[in-house]
């Protein structure tokens, strides 16, 4: 069995086979950096980091762009609430955003085009849509897609013309369909969120960002575009839309993922500070934790957010942590290398990434590791402690990967080590001279504190429980 994705376009799972043999063009709309990201808005960024690693280890050479939409209404509004040019605050977010995905071990794309870096792309494409009839300008500057020129409008979101709601800023356009592809400069408006373009100074719409940096790094066809449903409406549609008009392939398919729920509503932005990956590090969950948490859960459903959800995650995590540091520790770290994927895993992760079945996977194995471990069965264990590394790496998740050690714990984990040596030295010594009451309170005391020794032919193991 090879790839298979559900595609929102036909809304269906389908076959997953690139334009061009052996290559993969990915697009994902990134975020309008407004405020701080909180992990409802990290999600789509995990989401796409778990496909582009399994079209990579599918063996596709993979161009991933995701985008930094820098100019927005919403940023001029920030701009003006804090007395500050609105360009500092796209930068100051889109520096947090870097650091969250960082965090959470989201590899850098191949691109990230900002949108204020690719005006000319946009009004070329504008210019395009204008001659071919399906924009037009209005006497303040304005100009509009006309949905009316273009009759698979709604084919992404299958909504009918009735079902669309007119937008409130109604005032030049022809339908209350059409959206805008130029903002002419408003008075008031800073000066430097102004553009030159063939119908006077303005900005772009947002939609038309995506649409001309797509076609700017994939060309003017690819294969996936996606983001989350949020932003399948009007969002996609309307890139969809202005893309095909102005004689553009555009994408194969259409990827979303589900969003985050906080009691069964989407977080909204003012959630970032009490969701932040730094906020939830205070109440202590680790970046691990959450991306464990984020990629057990398949991409396309809704998931409500909880800390007890989180919590419970954690615990799933630590106990596929605690096997592979067990066996590391047990048999050596180099018996965990180079481990291969089950073909239940894999099978899980082509059947449209079933993460939640793949992860189930790689706990089965755990459970199998760790019984081999007690039963003194090395060969057994090194090699579920290399498939289940192998695995959770697949997932960006391996447990002994640097990225995920917390500078403080290694330095406690240090002092905790030498510590538990010396005491197992003096208990081999207190053996030695045949003092088994001094050996058995050395090992009760160890025991108290939590840490479980046992003898194994290569001397004593300990792990802390
Ligand atoms: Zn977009």
Same mark, same amino acid.
């Given at each position: ?126 210019? @395009? ?40 800023? =109604? ?146 995590? @630590? /106990? ?12 050596? =770290? ?39 471990? @007690? ?33 403080? @714990? ?7 080590? =030498? ?23 050395? /090992?009760?005391?160890? =025991? ?18």
């Amino acid at each position: 069995m090879s790839l298979r994705l559900y595609d929102t376009g036909t809304r269906s799972v389908r076959d997953f086979q690139p334009r061009k043999p052996g290559q993969v063009g990915v697009y994902l709309c990134g975020l309008t950096v407004q405020g701080p990201p909180h992990i409802g808005h990290l999600r789509s960024g995990v989401s796409y980091d778990v496909l582009i690693r399994w079209l990579r280890r599918t063996g596709y050479d993979v161009t991933y762009v995701r985008n930094v939409t820098d100019i927005d209404d919403k940023i001029l509004v920030r701009g003006e609430e804090q007395s500050r040019p609105w360009w500092s605050i796209a930068y100051e977010n889109e520096r947090v955003l870097a650091a969250g995905y960082a965090a959470l071990g989201v590899l850098a794309p191949s691109y990230e085009p900002r949108a204020t870096g690719h005006i000319t792309q946009m009004t070329d494409l504008i210019a @395009d849509l204008v001659e071919r009839g399906h924009a037009y300008v209005t006497p303040a500057g304005d100009v509009w897609f006309d949905v009316s020129s273009w009759p698979a409008y709604g084919e992404l979101s299958h909504r009918r013309p009735e079902d669309m709601l007119s937008s409130p800023d =109604a005032g030049s356009k022809r339908d209350s369909r059409d959206f805008g592809l130029w903002k002419a400069h408003k008075p008031g408006e800073p000066a430097d969120a102004s553009w030159t373009s063939p119908w006077g100074p303005g900005r772009p719409g947002w939609h038309i960002e995506c649409s001309a940096m797509a076609r700017r790094y994939l060309g003017d066809a690819f294969d996936i575009h996606g983001g989350g449903t949020d932003i399948m409406f009007p969002h996609h549609e309307n890139e969809l839309a202005q893309s095909r008009a102005a004689g553009l392939g555009f994408a194969n398919f259409w990827v979303h993922n589900g969003m985050l729920n906080l009691s069964g509503t989407k977080m909204s932005k003012s959630l970032g500070n009490t969701l932040s990956v730094e906020a939830l590090g205070e109440k202590g969950f680790r970046p691990v934790d959450i991306r464990y948490y984020l990629t057990s859960a398949q991409y396309r459903s809704a998931v409500d957010f909880s800390e007890t959800a989180l919590g419970e995650a954690q615990a799933a995590w @630590d /106990r596929l942590n605690n096997f592979v540091h067990r066996t590391a520790e047990s048999l050596g =770290a180099e018996t965990t290398i180079g481990g291969a994927l089950s073909p239940e895993f894999t099978a899980a992760m082509d059947d449209d990434l079933n993460t939640p079945a793949a992860v189930a996977v790689i706990h089965d194995a755990a459970r199998e590791g760790n019984a081999a471990l @007690d039963a003194g069965d090395d060969a057994a264990a090194a090699r579920s402690g290399a498939g289940v590394r192998a695995m959770l790496d697949q997932l960006g998740l391996d447990p002994l990967d640097p990225h995920w050690d917390d500078p403080g @714990d290694a330095k406690l984990s240090g002092a905790v080590d =030498a510590l538990v040596k010396l005491a197992l030295e003096q208990r081999a010594e207190a053996r030695a001279r045949k003092d088994y009451a001094a050996a058995d309170r050395i /090992r009760d005391e160890l =025991a108290h504190a939590g840490i479980t020794v046992k003898d194994t032919p290569r001397g004593p193991v300990w792990t802390v429980d």
